[in-house]
């Protein structure tokens, strides 16, 4: 749906390491990012992500065992339209600048919410979005930042 991915963060688990895996995302031109157990923060977000889709899906599936692979796709719909901790914006806000309709959303939006047909403003919003969500990012990260790097101490070493 959105396209072959540019790198790919995975376990060293030896179905991951076998020769056409590591064959495949070659010919697809896909970079390979192994975690290990002994730095566990290579990839926090995926980390954060397994995590919460873990959770998800185990509150999803309890009821529906056998069918689960059908709920897959309204999993991933909730997801992409639940707004991050990080920048207060949900995925599809900040790819599509607007979040799908669903059911809760059947009252009318106020005037001044809804988006513009004008291609070059519309441009415009997507590209305000972008910019809002780096700098919430960037906020966010140095503010995670600093709490991991509290009780740290800076070490010089003289040559």
């Known amino acids: 749906m959105h396209g072959i991915p540019k790198s790919i963060v995975s376990d060293?688990?030896?179905?991951?390491?076998?020769?056409f895996w590591i064959a495949l995302w070659k010919k697809l031109g896909i970079k390979l990012k192994?975690?290990?157990t002994c730095y566990p923060q290579t990839d926090g977000?995926?980390?954060v992500t397994n995590r919460t889709l873990g959770i998800?899906?185990?509150?999803l599936i309890k009821p529906y065992a056998k069918p689960w692979d059908l709920l897959l796709?309204?999993?991933?719909?909730?997801?992409n339209r639940a707004p991050s901790k990080a920048t207060c914006l949900s995925p599809f806000k900040v790819v599509c600048g607007i979040d799908?309709?669903?059911?809760?959303?059947l009252a009318p939006w106020p005037l001044e919410?809804?988006?513009?047909?004008?291609?070059p403003s519309r441009v415009e919003e997507i590209k305000k979005i972008h910019e809002l969500v780096k700098s919430k990012i960037e906020k966010t990260n140095a503010a995670y930042q600093a709490q991991a790097n509290k009780h740290k101490e800076k070490v010089v070493f003289s040559t």
């Open 45 to 47: 977000q995926t980390e």
């Open 12 to 19: 060293r688990l030896t179905k991951f390491l076998s020769h």
């Open 34 to 36: 192994y975690s290990t």
């Open 73 to 79: 796709p309204n999993v991933e719909f909730a997801y």
């Open 56 to 59: 998800l899906l185990r509150a």
């Open 100 to 105: 799908p309709l669903c059911p809760l959303d």
């Open 113 to 119: 919410q809804k988006p513009t047909a004008d291609a």
